[in-house]
C-alpha cells in the first residue's frame, strides 16, 4: 500500500527533514570525501541516529537515510566486500528506524502528528561518481546499465525495512525511467518517489523539462510522488506548478539553502536565500507542494520553521 498516499488522506503536508551532511558536519565530521556522508556510515554511525532524532524534534514526519552515496561500488573502492557493503547500506535503514522508534515511544512526541516514516535515499548514479555529475546528468550509461548499478543498493534498503524509497536528485529522465523499470519489474509493492534536481525553472538538470518527467512518471503506480530536491529555491514556485499540470502524484519539493555547490573541493558558496524558509515553503505548498522540507545547507531550524505553519 502506498504510504504518501496514506498519510495525504489524513494531513494537508508530510513534513520532510533537512541536510544529513551539514548537520554531521556541525558535530566536527569531515565530509570532503568521494563517499560523503555515507562515511559516517562507517565512522560514527551513533551521530547519524542524533541527527535523525533533531529533525524529529524539530517536526519532520519522515527521515531520509544517509545512504545517498552508500553504494556498493563506493564501499568496495574502500577494501570492503559486497557482504560488508550491503551491510553498512542497510545499517543506513536500521539507525533511522531506531531513532524514530526512540522519539515515537516518548508519548509527549505524538500530540498533533503522524509516527514518522523512513525514507531510504537512493542517489543517482552521479553521485557515486562524486563529481557534481548529478547536477548536469552528462554520464552515457544505458537504461540497463543504470538499472544493473541501482539493483544492490535498493534491494537492501528494500530488505531492511524502509517505508518508501527517496530517490533523489536524479538529473535526467532516462535515469528515473531505469529506477522505475526496475522497481516494477524486480520489487512490486514497493514505492518510491523520484525528486529531479533542476537549473532553471523549466528543466532539469540534463535540459529535459520537468513536464515530459511528470508526465512519464504519472503513469506508473508505484511512484508515490514527483517533484525537486537540491535546487535553488527561486526556481521551486515554478517548477511545482509544472509539475502539478502534468501529473495527478502528489509534488514533493526539498531545495537547498541556494547556495553553489563546488563539486571540485565540496564546498558550498554564497549568500543562499533571503527569504525564510518557513515563508518559502508555504508558498511552495500554495503552488502545489504536498511534501516539503530541505535539502543541502539547510537545517532543523528550517524543519522547525516549515512545521510552525503546517501545524498552526
Not at 505524538?110 to 548514479?125: D, E, F, H, N, Q
Not at 533542476?198 to 510522488?225: F, M, R
Request: charged share 20%; proline share 5%; net charge negative.
Amino acid at each position: 500500500m502506498n504510504p504518501i498516499a496514506l498519510i495525504l488522506q489524513q494531513y494537508p503536508v508530510l513534513i520532510l527533514d533537512g541536510a544529513m551532511a551539514t548537520e554531521l558536519e556541525r558535530h566536527g565530521c569531515d565530509l570532503n570525501d568521494s563517499l560523503w556522508s555515507a562515511k559516517v556510515l562507517m565512522d560514527n554511525p551513533e551521530l547519524i541516529g542524533r541527527v535523525h532524532t533533531d529533525y524529529f524534534a524539530a517536526g519532520a514526519d519522515a527521515a531520509i537515510t544517509a545512504s545517498y552515496q552508500a553504494t556498493v561500488e563506493g564501499f568496495r573502492g574502500r577494501g570492503l566486500n559486497e557482504a560488508e557493503a550491503v551491510a553498512l547500506i542497510r545499517r543506513s535503514v536500521r539507525i533511522a528506524v531506531e531513532a524514530r522508534d526512540a522519539f515515537w515511544a516518548e508519548p509527549g512526541n505524538r500530540p498533533g502528528r503522524l509516527k514518522p516514516i523512513v525514507a531510504a535515499s537512493v542517489g543517482p548514479y552521479g553521485a557515486f561518481l562524486a563529481d557534481g555529475s548529478e547536477y548536469r546528468g552528462d554520464y552515457a550509461l544505458t537504461e540497463e546499465e543504470l538499472a544493473d548499478f541501482h539493483r544492490e543498493r535498493m534491494r537492501a534498503l528494500i530488505e531492511a525495512g524502509a517505508d518508501v524509497l527517496a530517490c533523489e536528485t536524479i538529473p535526467c529522465l532516462r535515469e528515473a525511467k531505469a529506477i522505475i523499470g526496475l522497481l516494477e519489474a524486480e520489487f512490486p509493492g514497493v514505492y518510491a518517489w523520484i525528486s529531479f534536481s533542476a537549473k532553471d525553472a523549466q528543466h532539469i538538470s540534463s535540459g529535459e523539462t520537468i513536464a515530459e518527467c511528470a508526465q512519464w512518471l504519472d503513469a506508473h503506480e508505484q511512484v508515490a510522488a514527483v517533484g525537486v530536491n537540491c535546487t535553488p529555491p527561486q526556481y521551486i514556485n515554478a517548477l511545482v506548478g509544472e509539475i502539478g499540470r502534468h501529473t495527478a502524484k502528489p509534488v514533493i519539493a526539498y531545495p537547498n539553502s541556494g547556495e553553489t555547490y563546488d563539486p571540485a573541493d565540496k564546498t558550498w558558496t554564497s549568500a543562499g536565500s533571503v527569504d525564510s524558509y518557513g515563508c518559502s515553503a508555504k508558498q511552495w505548498h500554495e503552488a502545489g507542494a504536498r511534501l516539503i522540507g530541505g535539502c543541502c545547507r539547510t537545517t532543523p531550524a528550517d524543519v522547525k520553521a516549515i512545521a510552525a505553519w503546517v501545524r498552526s
